[in-house]
């Protein structure tokens, strides 16, 4: 099929790409022209594993394309996927989806024959209907634009993978094409035996938002027992391993941490926490509010168990070395980064902070240039007092640990995502505290 994808950010370039990838011809429209013109010359801006090469390779072979000309894209393509942002609105609570309304204002004028627009992004339920009523308004195809939502559930990190072999695609449909129109550019993934659900607009709508909540809750509530036992000396990894083998449960999300990040957890659960109290479900807003709220104290506990860990030793004055900065492992990605808010934190108690990450330096130093970075993982520990452990990267977790005991001036890690295998670490010389977990 010939398809265009509209939003070339963290959703847009891995879901052009993997189209291409599915044997489509692509066209991916951005705004942004020095954007653009780095996507043709097969650049990518944003780091996801095995982007680069997807992209690099759709590119040269012509099935890949991009453009700042929507017209463009219009005349192109009979499937248009909607991949803009929704960020959360001025209130805190809602998304603010100027954007996609914004992309339909633009394509719509010039599409003078059957055509479907597929919304990606993560909207507030009711967004579908909406949409649909502004798309066939002004099309000139009319009610022949058919709309359906299609919302991705995309690990940041894992966008290529989760894109050519996701785990469920959902697709809110009104009509019999416009579901035709999503059961032919899936083929290969759906004949690849990837259920498919086929819902109400509404439906979909809300399916985004309960899976991400559901996480955000998980996440939470490991969190919540974690704290518990920290207070009374028990160990959480155990009591992860002892609910993860319950069936009804599971292990999945449930690693103890400072919380959760990025450009979509957060806001996809404060925006359900204020659906749920504008639908009147007053209960399940206030249970989704608790979620929330734990997560948004997990700074003030990470300072808590790195104070303990130093003992006499104030953070003040003392050289930190916080390894990560991204909000998780695989990514550049440093909205909402849990690693950053407790690294500024630490430097505002006083503490000489110094950041690395393996892939977030440069994305980090945007946002928080106040910090200090570094892209050499041993030199980073030279003279430390303290590090921090903030991000669960591989380069972290499979470090070996007597080969940078002698690196700071006290081996003390503090692994604020319950990452590491102390045992090794500890063997080498190390002192190694971990929420909820006895600590050497």
Not at 149 to 177: K, Q, S
Not at 295 to 304: P, S, Y
Not at 401 to 412: F, G, I, S, Y
Request: proline share 6%; net charge negative; hydrophobic share 40%.
């Amino acid at each position: 099929m010939r398809v265009s994808v509209i939003g070339c950010g963290h959703l847009g370039i891995p879901h052009a790409a993997a189209m291409a990838e599915l044997g489509h011809e692509v066209i991916g429209v951005d705004v942004d022209q020095a954007k653009v013109d780095r996507l043709n010359a097969g650049e990518c801006p944003i780091y996801e594993m095995g982007l680069p090469e997807l992209l690099a390779r759709h590119t040269q072979s012509g099935r890949l394309r991009f453009t700042t000309d929507i017209r463009e894209a219009a005349g192109f393509a009979e499937l248009h996927f909607i991949g803009v942002g929704t960020p959360i609105d001025a209130d805190g609570r809602s998304y603010d989806t100027a954007q996609v309304f914004g992309a339909v204002r633009q394509l719509a004028p010039h599409l003078d024959r059957a055509s479907t627009i597929v919304g990606k992004s993560t909207v507030t339920v009711g967004t579908t209907a909406k949409v649909t009523a502004l798309a066939q308004r002004l099309a000139p195809a009319g009610d022949e634009v058919d709309v359906v939502w299609n919302p991705e559930f995309l690990r940041e990190g894992h966008a290529v993978e989760d894109t050519l072999r996701p785990d469920r695609l959902i697709a809110g449909v009104t009509t019999l094409e416009g579901e035709k129109a999503i059961r032919a550019v899936y083929a290969g993934i759906i004949d690849a035996g990837v259920p498919i659900f086929v819902t109400d607009p509404q439906t979909a709508e809300l399916a985004k938002g309960a899976a991400n909540t559901f996480l955000g809750l998980k996440i939470s509530y490991i969190n919540a027992v974690a704290d518990m036992c920290e207070a009374a000396g028990g160990d959480v990894s155990q009591i992860v391993d002892i609910l993860g083998i319950d069936p009804r449960i599971g292990s999945g999300g449930m690693q103890p941490g400072i919380g959760y990040g990025g450009g979509c957890l957060p806001k996809d659960v404060r925006a359900f926490t204020a659906s749920a109290r504008q639908l009147g479900a007053a209960q399940a807003a206030a249970l989704l509010r608790a979620a929330e709220e734990i997560n948004e104290h997990r700074t003030d506990v990470a300072l808590g168990l790195i104070t303990r860990a130093l003992g006499d030793r104030p953070i003040n004055g003392a050289r930190i070395t916080v390894w990560g900065a991204a909000f998780k492992p695989g990514t550049n990605d440093v909205r909402e980064s849990p690693a950053l808010a407790l690294s500024q934190a630490l430097q505002q108690a006083g503490g000489v902070v110094t950041v690395h990450d393996p892939q977030a330096v440069t994305t980090a130093m945007v946002r928080n240039p106040e910090l200090d970075y570094t892209d050499d993982l041993a030199a980073s520990l030279d003279g430390a007092d303290l590090v921090v452990l903030a991000t669960e990267w591989p380069e972290y977790r499979h470090a070996l640990p007597h080969t940078l005991v002698d690196r700071p001036a006290n081996p003390l890690l503090v692994d604020c995502r319950t990452a590491l295998d102390p045992q090794p670490w500890h063997a080498a010389g190390w002192t190694v505290r971990q929420l909820g977990r006895p600590g050497k």
